[in-house]
C-alpha cells in the first residue's frame, strides 16, 4: 500500500558494517515512507541479514545514521536505543521465542517487561494480537507443541503487540517446511494491506512480485538496482533482478 506521505519515515545513510576483517555493507542508504512495503533481495551473502540487523542496532555500524521520523537516533544512549527498537520491531528466521512460556505469555511478555502494563492488560492486548494472526485458539501451547508456521506467527503478534512504526523481516518463511511458507505470507499480506510499514528480505518473487512497493536489489554489500516490480521483472527488462529471479525459478523447477 504506497504512502500518500512522500517523507520517509525512517531513513538509512551510508551504512557501513565490517565482520571478521571483511566488509559486508559498503554505504548502503536506504529510505521508506509510511505505509511502505520495501522487499530486499539478492544472492547469500549480499548483506541482507546483516543490513536489517544494522537497522535494528543488533549490529552496530561502523559508519553511517539512522533518522526515525526527522530523529537521529544515538544507539550509544540505551534510553534512546530501547525507546527505537520499541518502534521498529523485528521478525527473525529463527522465531527466538521463549520455549518456557505460553504462546499467550511470549507475546505479553515484552508488555510487562518494557512498557510495564499490568498482567491483564498484557494479556489482553496479546491475545487480540493472536487473534490477528489467526491464533485466538493457540494461546495455551507451548512453542514445542506448535508447528513452525504457528511459531513465526507468534513471533509476529508479538513484535505487532509493541505497536511498532516500522517492521522488519529477516526471511520469515526461510525456516519452514513450504507448505507452511503460505500462512505466515498471508499474515504478511494482510498487514501491508493495513498499511503497516515493513522491511523484509526474502526469497518469494511472487509474493515481492504482488505485493512489494519496491523491491532493492543487494550484491556484495551495496545496493545496486532498485524500482518497481513491474520495471524490475518486466519480461526483457535486462536488469540484474529480473535475471536472479529467473535462476531462482530454475533452480525451483530443477528441485521439482
Known sequence: MPSENNTPILQMQNICKTLSGKEILRSVSLDINRGELKVLIGPSGAGKSTFLQCINYLLIPEQGQIILEDTVVNPGVKKDLYNYRQQVGM???????????????NVAIALRKVKGMSKKQALEIAR?????VGLSDKGDLYPAELSGGQKQRVAIARALAMEPKVLLLDEPTSALDPELVGEV?????????????MIMATHQMDFARALADE?????QGEIIERGSP???LKEGSGTRTADFCNKLSDMCEELD
Open 230 to 232: 513491474a520495471a524490475l
Open 215 to 219: 523491491i532493492v536489489f543487494m550484491q
Open 185 to 197: 505470507l498471508s499474515v504478511i499480506r494482510d498487514l501491508a494491506k493495513e498499511g503497516l510499514t
Open 91 to 105: 521478525i527473525f528466521q529463527d522465531f527466538n521465542l521463549f520455549d518456557h512460556l505460553t504462546a499467550l505469555d
Open 128 to 132: 487480540k494480537e493472536l487473534d490477528r
